[in-house]
């Protein structure tokens, strides 16, 4: 569970994100976070990763707080944040390494997560030479190969083209479930058909710091073409104008 007590965030006299803001996201659950530009998206999730500081209150993630280099939270960044020089084994290794874990088994880990994201015979590839599907399914595999408890992701998918948005949101479907552990999603986007696909509860922020809830019932991959979907999409969409 995440939580936020009484959090209060600006950015100077003129620009005020959060103030004595409480929310909670559920464990273990997809959340997706939509909102009009600079209503303060990423800023939530930067606070949640404690690379930011609130000038007031709490970030208590599973009850303890928030602070940067947290061994159960792993972040995807909008610019993936992959080490150019390092091949796709290498980056996968580097969390792994930093955790002292054994050879042999980061061998074993990586091969499986190559498997998972499809990524088989690229693993001696440096970032430059992948697709940007290919390097956006990289930055999954690494930030899922730690085996995170809380995995936060801003627009993970917004500079891809449609199809390939599609199958790696239904990839990540696949992966949370196959990971069997009650880890917690909270995904940053921009659109509303995504954050409808995806999440379990999807959460409106506005530009006056305020958040509202909307339960989902996402149903898997074929949730997509259902005529449950669009109903969603327009429920959300109206929220999204009522609320912003
Ligand atoms: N370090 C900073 N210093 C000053 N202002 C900042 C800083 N970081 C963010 N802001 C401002 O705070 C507001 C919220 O930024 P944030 O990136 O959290 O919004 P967002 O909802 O994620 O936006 P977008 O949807 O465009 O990515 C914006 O107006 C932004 O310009």
Redesign the pocket.
């Known amino acids: 569970m995440v939580t936020l007590k009484d959090v209060t965030l600006d950015?100077?006299p003129e620009?005020q994100?959060f103030n004595s803001f409480d929310y909670t996201f559920d464990k273990g659950k997809i959340h997706g976070i939509i909102?009009?530009?600079?209503?303060?998206?990423?800023?939530?999730l930067?606070l949640t990763a404690g690379l930011i500081a609130p000038q007031r209150g709490n970030i208590l993630i599973g009850g303890t707080e928030a602070s940067p280099g947290r061994r159960d939270i792993s972040m995807i960044l909008q610019d993936f944040g992959l080490f150019p020089w390092k091949s796709c084994r290498e980056n996968l290794a580097l969390g792994l390494k930093l955790r002292k874990t054994d050879r042999h088994e980061i061998r074993v880990k990586i091969d499986k997560i190559l498997t998972e994201l499809d990524l088989k015979d690229r693993g001696d590839s440096y970032p430059a030479n992948l697709s940007g599907g290919e390097r956006q399914r990289l930055a999954i595999g690494r930030a899922l190969i730690l085996e995170p408890d809380l995995l936060l992701l801003d627009?993970p998918f917004s500079s891809l083209d449609a199809m390939t948005r599609e199958l790696l949101q239904e990839r990540l479907l696949t992966l949370k479930e196959k990971s069997g552990r009650s880890m917690t999603v909270i995904h940053?986007t921009?659109s509303i058909e995504e954050a409808v696909f995806l999440s379990d509860t999807i959460h409106i922020?506005n530009s006056k710091g305020e958040m509202h809830r909307v339960e989902n019932n996402p149903s898997g991959n074929r949730y997509r073409t259902s005529p449950d979907f669009f109903e969603h999409c327009v429920t959300v969409r109206r929220e999204l104008e009522r609320r912003s």
């Open positions: 950015y100077g620009k994100i909102g009009k530009s600079g209503c303060g998206k990423t800023s939530l930067y627009e940053v921009h922020l």
